[in-house]
């Protein structure tokens, strides 16, 4: 056998400009030890390297030819392909692969094609010890991952990375040059506060899981990443603190994204609606906030996040109504005044679904409800008034939301200047046409503002198309169809579920909690957790978390005595 080893040794041949020793005539589809054969390069096509994990070849034209095919070039014009020659004995061919535009040319000159070009002066060894020293020796960057497939080394170069390769050596490296612009941290857009931090998420993936890791400075906190989409495969982290969320939640949420199958997956609203239990639901069933603080908050009580790169939203879940309905304001002020805002926005939540429909209800079938003086004020002001009052109300109410749409597809300060003349000139208009009455104007001028105090804008567009169906059922039922509508809309709302939580917990089913729902209880008081997640660590702090008043009454006693 050593003297068949002799004659195969005697038989190899080095490659002109490479220091790798390879077999004369390497077949181009070729079988390795526990692997299926692979096609030659001229075969492979693009959606296959893609989809499959295969192999590098040893041959820097071969790899070369590949990746030709799966960037299209020439056509891209964005991609560079860069050869050339590493200061080794004897020179080394390679090849660097990245986007115009996405990387850093800084990081590149300084931290790759110089160390590789000029100061490198390896000699020629085997092609595992070679590119270990290369990695280890040559390559200061911060991020450098090895690779052996092409499926890796294009979703390197994709990432904003450069990628390397080299000729003789079956394996790639990827090194991390990101350096594209993007929209620095600035203050929320619309989850504003008054109190309370002032930074909101970008659309850089690795700054906004950067945020949410500097308010929760804890090693339990796990930032998983899965990718979703065929085409634009985007980054999605799932952020939770080990040991304190439910396990079982944690493996749903993971399971929903990862079972995700779509071309392109933009932004966090439409990956909100691939893992939402209720397509149909009447509320959102995940809480959308662009606040690190809040998703921070809701980490800390058990819950998960999700974020995904491009968006500047982060979804939180499992979702309840009292999540999704309360804000980061609500405990940055003292408990008495975080309970009134809640209690001004549940007012306001009530206004802008009930009162066109109760308008509508007294108004066609419960006079006797209406102040004698009021009725003939509102008699006399409808006397020369075509339609019916549920006419008038649907007229105002589609008036307002064209006109509140056109007000936000406008661009710069001519939409907000649209909602306000356009409101005021189509009132007036419209009261002077005889077309509508002016109480029905004060109802949809009161129905907006109750909508505008709800904070969350997913749960405000439900609750302003909902309005159009209790409309509807006073128009038909008088009170009946309102008392109707409630009864339905609870049921429905008890039905949900959220990752497998109800979406009226902890009130309904009845669950553990803090006094933390409508109402806002003093921070002291929270001792516990939220009990709709069920959480593995339910306690948050001990039951006298005020240590020093604590301390101050033992005190007053010794003195005392």
Not at 31 to 49: D, F, M
Not at 246 to 263: A, G, K, L, M, Q
Request: with cysteine; charged share 20%.
């Amino acid at each position: 056998m050593s003297f068949l080893h002799r004659v195969a040794g005697l038989l190899t041949f080095r490659e002109p400009g490479s220091g790798i020793t390879a077999p004369p005539d390497e077949p181009a589809s070729r079988a390795r030890p526990g692997k299926k054969a692979v096609a030659g390069p001229k075969s492979l096509q693009p959606e296959e390297v893609l989809r499959q994990q295969i192999p590098l070849f040893r041959a820097l034209k071969d790899n070369a030819e590949v990746l030709r095919r799966v960037f299209r070039l020439p056509q891209n014009k964005d991609l560079v392909m860069r050869e050339f020659t590493l200061n080794t004995s004897p020179p080394l061919r390679a090849l660097a692969l990245f986007y115009d535009g996405m990387t850093d040319k800084m990081v590149q000159d300084m931290a790759v094609l110089q160390p590789l070009m000029l100061l490198a002066g390896l000699r020629g060894e085997d092609a595992a010890r070679l590119l270990e020293k290369i990695v280890e020796t040559l390559l200061p960057g911060n991020q450098v991952e090895t690779v052996s497939n092409f499926r890796d080394l294009v979703d390197g170069v994709l990432e904003g990375s450069t990628a390397l390769i080299f000729d003789g050596i079956d394996k790639g490296v990827i090194v991390e040059s990101k350096g594209y612009d993007y929209r620095r941290v600035d203050k929320p857009s619309v989850e504003a506060v008054i109190r309370g931090p002032q930074e909101a998420f970008t659309e850089n993936f690795r700054t906004n899981t950067a945020l949410v890791r500097r308010i929760l400075r804890a090693p339990e906190l796990v930032t998983e990443i899965l990718q979703v989409g065929r085409v634009n495969r985007a980054f999605v982290a799932v952020m939770y603190l080990d040991g304190t969320a439910n396990p079982r939640v944690v493996e749903e949420v993971r399971r929903r994204i990862s079972s995700i199958r779509t071309d392109f997956i933009g932004d966090s609203g439409l990956l909100e609606q691939f893992i939402e239990d209720v397509p149909l639901g009447l509320a959102p069933q995940t809480v959308a906030t662009e606040r690190p603080d809040r998703v921070a908050a809701n980490l800390a009580e058990g819950r998960v996040a999700i974020l995904v790169g491009g968006s500047p939203f982060a979804l939180v879940v499992p979702a309840t109504f009292y999540s999704v309905f309360q804000t980061a304001e609500d405990a940055y002020v003292r408990w008495p005044f975080g309970t009134a805002l809640r209690l001004v926005r549940f007012l306001g939540l009530m206004v802008a679904l009930f009162l066109p429909g109760i308008y509508v209800a007294v108004s066609g079938y419960h006079h006797e409800m209406i102040p004698t003086d009021l009725l003939v004020a509102m008699t006399g002001s409808r006397e020369r008034v075509p339609f019916p009052t549920v006419v008038e109300v649907l007229l105002m109410d589609i008036a307002f939301e064209l006109i509140r749409e056109a007000g936000v597809r406008i661009p710069g300060t001519v939409g907000t200047m649209l909602g306000i003349v356009g409101a005021l000139i189509l009132g007036q208009a419209v009261v002077a046409a005889n077309i509508v009455s002016p109480v029905v104007i004060i109802i949809i001028a009161l129905t907006a503002i109750g909508s505008f105090a709800i904070a969350n804008y997913s749960l405000a567009l439900s609750i302003r198309y909902l309005r159009f169906a209790y409309t509807l059922l006073g128009a038909f039922l008088g009170f009946y169809g309102l008392v109707l509508g409630v009864f339905l809309h609870v049921c429905l709302l008890a039905d949900m579920r959220s990752f497998g939580v109800p979406y009226l917990a902890p009130a309904a089913p009845e669950r553990r909690t803090g006094p933390d729902l409508i109402l806002r209880g003093p921070a002291w008081e929270q001792d516990v957790r939220p009990g709709d997640v069920e959480p593995v660590k339910a306690r948050r702090q001990p039951p006298v978390s005020r240590g020093w008043l604590l301390r101050r009454r033992k005190g007053g006693r010794g003195d005392k005595r």
